[in-house]
């Protein structure tokens, strides 16, 4: 999915997700557009990702259309997040700025050991090194400046384009909570993309600021007499021609010179000088090939890289929002055992977790709930029976103290029982804590809830807590699917 369309798709998401009562974006438009979009590209066809991320575009471009009608300014405002820096904006400041530095120094006496295109040189090779040693310290760095920076960008941009959002007392609210939700959802997916084009942008401005630095020598060179010398404290002849020479050398040696001898480099050194022609001409083709060549390519990589991932962006499925939309065309052929071990939930409860459980296997999976497992019995074979992918689901009541030898043995027999059916079957394990908290306060909820766990990490399973009072269908849907078990059917 290209970056656009991910994030368009993404506001639509977290304009809904900010208004759940259909106040601003009536609930029946979204029925509407959801009924449309499955007519175009039905998931429950082939469950092919292509048909989903199909269903998911055509329903956000109509949910789009309804919105850019009836809000325009969210339009506006989510063009503004999608601004990409001009490459101009860059290019052009440095260039000017390399041909305004004197890359010769400011007399015309050019010292070949410290000089302005010297320096620059010798920052683009710790540059390089630095980004060739960064790989094996992401261990311990975490972010680099860069990230920083893309951070910043982004604050800023949100902050523009948030100065569009639709006014009025009733919207108001509304439009800040969903840009709040669109920048937590959009953020983290386009965080690698603008931290891709600021690096691209610093090979640009080194590359053009080294090309003005070399124009600017030549320009004036043909207006000016520049002569060459040296100068050094701690270093003798010798070792600055051996310096200059591995600077200088594969310069000298494209260019067919002949480079100058150490009787040469002596004869340099001040108060003596001589033409400094030949070596403003080593001096900018090093540059060009230290600089500008190895820049060049950095930016053609950074395109490369950046062109691929605008096309590459791809919807979390596993949110909430995208498996509420999807569970009218899930989970044909699975069956679902709900297993309570020695107690009866609620009406409550069992509406809570027949909604939940549709959610997270999809409307089509068929629902069986069987009797309460008796207190003490160690294996139940009801799963058995049936040719479907089965889910055996669990329940224990946080009102009985978890025993090893009892509801441990029987746990333990089910999740053997579930790893020797067919491949698909799954485990899940929930803690019902209605009944218990109602009767007893939070603190002893919390140390009855640790006891379970203590249990079931013994059997490696996760331990699903709820209350049908109190647990959220978004924060149970997210939990239920990283606890099953296996945790890849």
Avoid at 245 to 250: F, S, V
Avoid at 271 to 276: E, Q
Avoid at 313 to 328: C, G, N, Q, R, W
Avoid at 384 to 394: P, W
Wanted: proline content about 6%; charged content about 15%.
């Amino acid at each position: 999915m290209d970056r656009t369309q991910f994030s368009k798709t993404l506001l639509v998401q977290a304009l809904e997700e900010s208004d759940p009562h259909g106040q601003y974006l009536p609930l029946s438009t979204r029925h509407h557009a959801t009924q449309q979009a499955r007519d175009q590209h039905d998931p429950a066809s082939d469950h092919s990702t292509k048909t989903t991320l199909s269903f998911l575009t055509t329903r956000s471009d109509i949910m789009w259309a309804f919105v850019h009608k009836a809000f325009p300014a969210f339009a506006e405002s989510w063009k503004h997040l999608q601004v990409n820096i001009p490459s101009l904006l860059v290019a052009i400041p440095a260039l000017i700025g390399g041909l305004l530095i004197n890359g010769l120094g400011e007399s015309q006496r050019v010292n070949l050991l410290n000089f302005p295109l010297l320096l620059l040189l010798l920052w683009n090779v710790g540059i390089y090194l630095s980004s060739a040693l960064l790989p094996f310290l992401k261990t311990s760095v975490k972010t680099t400046w860069l990230d920083t920076a893309a951070t910043w960008a982004s604050k800023r941009v949100g902050m523009w384009g948030q100065r569009s959002w639709p006014a009025g007392k009733r919207s108001d609210p509304w439009a800040q909570e969903a840009a709040t939700r669109f920048t937590t959802l959009w953020w983290p997916h386009v965080r690698p993309l603008w931290t891709g084009r600021l690096r691209q942008l610093l090979h640009l401005g080194a590359a053009c600021m080294a090309m003005g630095m070399i124009l600017g020598m030549y320009t004036r060179g043909l207006a000016l007499d520049y002569q060459a010398t040296w100068e050094s404290t701690f270093l003798s002849a010798n070792q600055v021609h051996g310096i200059l020479h591995i600077l200088l050398g594969p310069a000298a040696w494209l260019l067919q010179y002949s480079f100058p001898q150490l009787s040469e480099i002596m004869n340099l050194q001040a108060p003596k000088h001589g033409p400094a022609g030949q070596w403003i001409h080593l001096w900018a083709l090093t540059a060009l090939i230290v600089i500008v060549i190895p820049r060049c390519i950095m930016i053609w990589l950074s395109q490369r890289s950046l062109n691929h991932t605008k096309k590459t962006f791809s919807l979390p499925l596993d949110d909430p929002y995208y498996i509420h939309l999807l569970a009218p065309d899930r989970g044909q052929g699975v069956q679902i055992n709900v297993l309570p071990y020695s107690y009866a939930p609620s009406s409550d409860a069992r509406s809570f977790l027949d909604l939940g459980l549709h959610d997270l296997f999809g409307n089509l999976a068929a629902i069986h709930w069987h009797q309460p497992i008796p207190f003490g019995q160690e294996l139940s074979n009801v799963t058995e029976t049936s040719t479907d992918i089965q889910t055996s689901v669990l329940i224990f009541n946080a009102g009985q103290t978890p025993e090893t030898e009892v509801q441990g043995e029987w746990l333990h027999s089910m999740q053997t029982q579930t790893g020797a059916n067919k491949t698909g079957s799954r485990l899940l394990v929930l803690l019902d804590e209605e009944p218990y908290s109602q009767a007893i306060d939070e603190n002893r909820v919390i140390e009855r809830q640790e006891a379970w766990q203590r249990l079931i990490s013994q059997y490696h399973l996760s331990l699903i807590p709820f209350n049908a009072n109190t647990t959220s269908s978004d924060q149970f849907l997210q939990q239920t699917q990283a606890g099953l078990w296996p945790a890849s059917a």
